[in-house]
């Protein structure tokens, strides 16, 4: 595809449940970032893959979430025993490695019921 | 520690009026800046950026931003805003060495245009 996409755009979960988000990245991009957008807040960073480097998990609010990245390519953001604070959109986004040549994906939107 | 801010929750201005944005960004080094748009239901979509060099850049859809070291501030501005402007506006710092960076955004601008 010519863009970053995400699946599921929406997920309906209920408290306790896990749930997976899906990431596909631009073919050849080196860097994908994982962002959560909570109603009236910024972009909160989550977590950066580059390369073969070792992620920059800093952003990472609790050991609930965590992320991979297959093969330098699509990634997933996984959140397990989901909590009510949790629902946000999460967005992802790619890059070629070069700073500002950022693209982001339409989000996936999640609410914990 | 880097951080942006973005002092404006909501702006309103009226079509055809000038807008500016305000943006303070937090960060040692040299900075890398951009301004982000997001429409209603759309992805996130780069406005223009700043490297280095000419400290006034121009970016699409008619914005341009000045980046002033002294205040620590890197500006979004328009001559006459359109409603299709109408949106929120995100400033951002990437944060990094070594060519790896993250990016540390502001918590967003909303802007309303009236007709």
């Known amino acids: 595809g010519a863009g970053v996409s995400q699946s599921p755009s929406n997920k309906v979960t209920e408290k306790g449940k896990d749930v997976e988000l899906r990431c596909d990245p631009i073919s050849g991009h080196t860097a994908l970032y994982w962002y959560r957008q909570s109603l009236g807040q910024g972009l909160e960073f989550l977590i950066y893959f580059q390369g073969n480097s070792a992620p920059d998990k800093s952003g990472l609010p609790s050991d609930r979430f965590s992320a991979e990245r297959t093969g330098g390519s699509v990634s997933t953001l996984t959140i397990q025993r989901t909590q009510q604070e949790d629902s946000a959109v999460y967005l992802c986004a790619s890059s070629p490695g070069l700073a500002g040549e950022t693209f982001f994906g339409p989000g996936t939107r999640l609410t914990v019921l | 520690a880097q951080s942006v801010t973005q002092p404006d929750i909501h702006i309103t201005v009226s079509e055809g009026a000038s807008l500016e944005l305000r943006c303070n960004y937090s960060?040692?080094?040299?900075?890398?800046l951009f301004w982000y748009v997001q429409s209603p239901g759309q992805g996130l979509q780069l406005l223009l950026k700043y490297f280095s060099g000419d400290t006034l850049v121009q970016g699409i859809k008619g914005f341009e931003a000045e980046f002033k070291r002294s205040q620590s501030s890197f500006n979004l501005r328009k001559p006459s805003v359109h409603w299709s402007d109408a949106a929120e506006y995100f400033c951002a710092v990437a944060a990094g060495t070594s060519g790896t960076y993250k990016y540390i955004f502001g918590t967003g601008t909303r802007l309303k245009v009236l007709a």
């Open positions: 960060y040692g080094a040299t900075p890398y």
